[in-house]
Nanobody, 121 residues
């Protein structure tokens, strides 16, 4: 079983940056994939960035979003730059036993509780 706990959300002004963290515990294998998703009110959950747990292969929705991992801390990060009001959403960390990165939320079977990001104009 894998447990994921997100942190780092909050209120930020448009144009600013924010880094989200996802603390990972439980048994992870190098072939697993990690992902960051977001969901705004009334919208579907959307892929933001993903990577292979072992590192090396990453994917992102836009160049403003960068996913990374600190293996010593078992933590995955999402660095977000040049934020705008459309980035306002609840951001979720997710893990899957499938080889990644992967973009479809339905392919992930472990999810964190989410962290709110609000971008003000």
């Amino acid at each position: 079983q894998v447990q994921l706990v997100e942190s780092g959300g909050g209120l930020v002004q448009a144009g600013g940056s924010l880094r989200l963290s996802c603390a990972v515990s439980g048994r992870m294998f190098s072939s697993y994939a990690m992902g960051w998703f977001r969901q705004a009110p009334g919208k579907d959950r959307e892929f933001v960035a993903g990577m292979r747990w072992s590192g090396g292969s990453t994917d992102s929705l836009e160049g403003r979003f960068t996913i990374s991992r600190d293996s010593a801390k078992n933590t995955v990060y999402l660095q977000m730059k040049t934020l705008n009001t459309e980035d306002t959403a609840v951001y979720y960390c997710a893990a899957t036993q499938l080889l990644g990165p992967r973009r479809s939320p339905s392919e992930y079977n472990f999810w964190g509780q989410g962290t709110q990001v609000t971008v003000s104009s």
